[in-house]
Structures are given as structure tokens and as C-alpha cells.
């Protein structure tokens, strides 16, 4: 087969220049598939309550709190505590004294509504506080902004086209295919090298397949949606296209705008107020959902408090589909706890196979200097 040559020169240009960011990627993933248990371990001061049972605070009264203990404090996004013993995640921005606006993150007990701490969203330090945050960015963008995101998902890319070169590698025969899953040579032998590595890679080829095309989606969303797009129509968040209008002069409080959705709070994955639109998104739980995200918008008037309209991730064409489940897949959380354990295997494999590729080319190279 004259294309096999060019396949395996791929392979190994692939693996020589991009095997050590892949693993990176790999160890770094395997990481933040664990990213809130990660952080309660290594800040249970921001993260974990200090009161587990009793009546929750109202909503209000966590943002006043936040509002109060960081001065210019604005949230946009409020995550709320569904486990006992876990504090309100909520995001925004400060504007200082000086006029200049930081992103942060602020944590607020559910019970007490007393402010737990807060940490600057992005900053570069080596605290407990920021460790997690360093790996989660480590992932998605290599510290480096916008031209990481371009390269990782470059990496993505390549990594999802050596999905497919790789296969005829596998494979030079069909007869005797099952072979290529089992591992024989001697201990130490370049042939058992090569076979764990042929074969480590086999068995998760459809999981680490499925992290290379999300890696390229979410590294690349709107090029992405452009591609599908042109096979089945795409539909936005609502809030996306809504006339700007700014906020009322008396809007109604989160806890209102929640009580105009429903009347169990449990059900509510997350509020973001949209000032600017004059709605708050509310987030709500839905039997559609792919993950544990609730992915149900219902867009509140924060003049009225009615709800004008509601839109499902899910949406209504296989596009809509093909993109709520994206996110859902990468991270694990599809499968709820056993899917993060796939995808922590399939990281450690993939680490496993960018090593184990290197120590391919370092021996084969060897042995043919000595010829």
C-alpha cells in the first residue's frame, strides 16, 4: 500500500512535535475532570461550608454579602450549592478604586450567607487558591490566551486526524486483526513496546477519538458551528440576539426571579443576570439535559419578572444536538461519575502513548545507528 509510508511518516512527525503537548493536555485533563472535588481538597476555606444543614439564604442576601465584603463587586453568574457542605460559586467582575475592572470568583456559605474568600479569575500564582484555575487554563489555552486556544486546538486537530492515519499502522493485515489488541515479545523487547503501545491505543481508540474532535469544537466553536451549519441550521443562546435596553430602575431581586420559574429552588443550576438586556437567565434542571449543567434558559424580565421566553441547549435541529453534547462528552460529565473515570483513563492512556511513542522512536532509532 503506497500510502502507508505516508502514514507512518505522519504518525512520527505527529508524535516527535506534538507528543509532549499532548501529553501535557492529557495530564492536565485527567485533572480537571475532578476540578470541584480538586478544589475542595486544596481550598476547603473557599469551597466547603462551614455550616452543613439548616434553611438556606436567600439568594439576595449571598450577593449582598459578596457585594459587601468586595466593594464593586458585580456577579455574573451565580452557581448554587446543590451538595451539603459546599459554598455559592459566584462570578463577575470588580471594578477598584483606580476605575480598572478584574474578573473574580467569590464563595458564600448557603446557610449564613457569610463570605467565605474570593480569588482573582486568571491570575498566575503558585497558592492553593489559583492551582486548580493554572491547570484548568493549562488545558484549554496553555497560559497563553488566544493563541493557545488556536494551538491547542490545532493539536486537537492533528491528534483527530492521527485517529484515522494511525489505523492502517494498526492493521497492515485484516487477517489476524485481534492480534493488534493482545501484547506479546519479551520483557523489556522492543516488540512488547511496541505492541502495548499498538494496543493501549486500540482499546481506547474511541474515547480518545471522541476527546480530539470535542477538543477541536470547543477550541474552535464558531468555525465549528460555521462547518455544521452548513448541514443543519444552528440556534444561539436567546440573550445573544436580544435589543440591548440596560437594566430598569428598580429591577426585582434573584430570589424573584427564581420564584418566577419555580418554586424548588433544588431545580436551579445557576443564575446570570443580563443587565444589559434587562433579564435574568435562569438555569434550571430538565429532563433533556446532557449533563449536570441544567441546561434549560428561562429568561426572566427584570422589570415585570415574567418569564419571556425559554430555550433548551438541546434546541431543536440535530446542529443544536451535536453541540450540547460537546462539552458534556470532553469533560466526563455525560456519563455522570463512571464518565469521568473513562475519560480519566483515557487521559493516562494518552499519556501513556505519547511517552511510550518517544521511547518507539529513541530505541528504533538506536538499533539503526548501530546497523
Avoid at 474515547?207 to 465549528?224: D, K
Avoid at 441550521?233 to 440596560?246: A, F, T, V, W
Avoid at 420559574?261 to 446532557?290: I, L
Wanted: aromatic share 12%.
Amino acid at each position: 500500500m503506497r500510502a502507508r509510508p505516508a502514514f507512518r511518516f505522519w504518525h512520527r512527525w505527529f508524535g516527535i512535535l506534538g507528543g509532549a503537548w499532548l501529553v501535557l493536555l492529557a495530564i492536565t485533563g485527567c485533572a480537571i475532570a475532578w476540578y470541584n472535588e480538586l478544589d475542595g481538597l486544596l481550598n476547603p476555606d473557599l469551597r466547603r461550608a462551614q455550616v452543613v444543614a439548616g434553611p438556606v439564604a436567600p439568594i439576595d442576601a449571598v450577593v449582598a454579602s459578596a457585594k459587601q465584603a468586595l466593594p464593586g463587586f458585580e456577579p455574573g453568574n451565580i452557581l448554587i450549592a446543590h451538595k451539603p457542605g459546599w459554598t455559592h460559586w459566584l462570578l463577575g467582575r470588580q471594578t477598584l478604586a483606580d476605575g480598572s475592572v478584574r474578573p473574580v470568583q467569590v464563595f458564600v456559605d448557603p446557610v449564613t450567607a457569610e463570605f467565605a474568600g474570593w480569588r482573582e479569575s486568571g491570575a498566575i500564582s503558585l497558592h492553593r487558591h489559583y492551582l486548580p484555575d493554572i491547570i484548568y487554563s493549562l488545558h484549554t489555552d496553555l497560559l497563553l490566551g488566544e493563541v493557545g486556544i488556536v494551538f491547542v486546538g490545532l493539536i486537537s486537530l492533528a491528534w483527530l486526524i492521527d485517529h484515522f492515519l494511525a489505523l492502517p499502522l494498526a492493521f497492515p493485515r485484516l487477517r489476524g486483526a485481534l492480534a493488534a489488541f493482545r501484547v506479546a515479545g519479551g520483557p523489556g523487547s522492543l516488540r512488547r513496546l511496541w505492541d502495548r503501545h499498538r494496543a493501549s491505543g486500540l482499546w481506547l481508540w474511541p474515547v480518545t477519538g471522541m476527546l480530539a474532535l470535542t477538543g477541536v469544537t470547543l477550541s474552535f466553536p464558531m468555525e465549528s458551528r460555521a462547518v455544521v451549519g452548513t448541514v443543519s441550521p444552528i440556534n444561539e443562546r436567546l440573550h445573544y440576539d436580544m435589543e440591548e435596553r440596560g437594566p430598569p430602575a428598580n429591577p426585582i431581586g434573584v430570589d424573584a426571579a427564581i420564584a418566577s420559574v419555580t418554586s424548588d429552588r433544588s431545580t436551579v443550576h445557576s443564575v446570570r443576570p443580563h443587565p444589559e438586556v434587562g433579564y435574568y437567565a435562569v438555569r434550571t434542571f430538565d429532563p433533556r439535559d446532557v449533563d449536570d449543567q441544567g441546561r434549560l434558559w428561562n429568561y426572566v424580565d427584570m422589570e415585570t419578572g415574567a418569564i419571556a421566553a425559554q430555550r433548551h441547549d438541546a434546541g431543536e435541529s440535530a446542529g443544536d444536538t451535536f453541540f450540547v453534547w460537546q462539552y458534556a462528552l470532553h469533560s466526563g460529565h455525560a456519563l455522570g461519575f463512571w464518565g469521568r473515570v473513562l475519560v480519566t483513563i483515557a487521559g493516562l492512556v494518552t499519556a501513556y502513548l505519547g511517552i511510550s511513542g518517544y521511547r518507539l522512536w529513541w530505541r528504533r532509532r538506536r538499533r539503526t545507528r548501530r546497523i
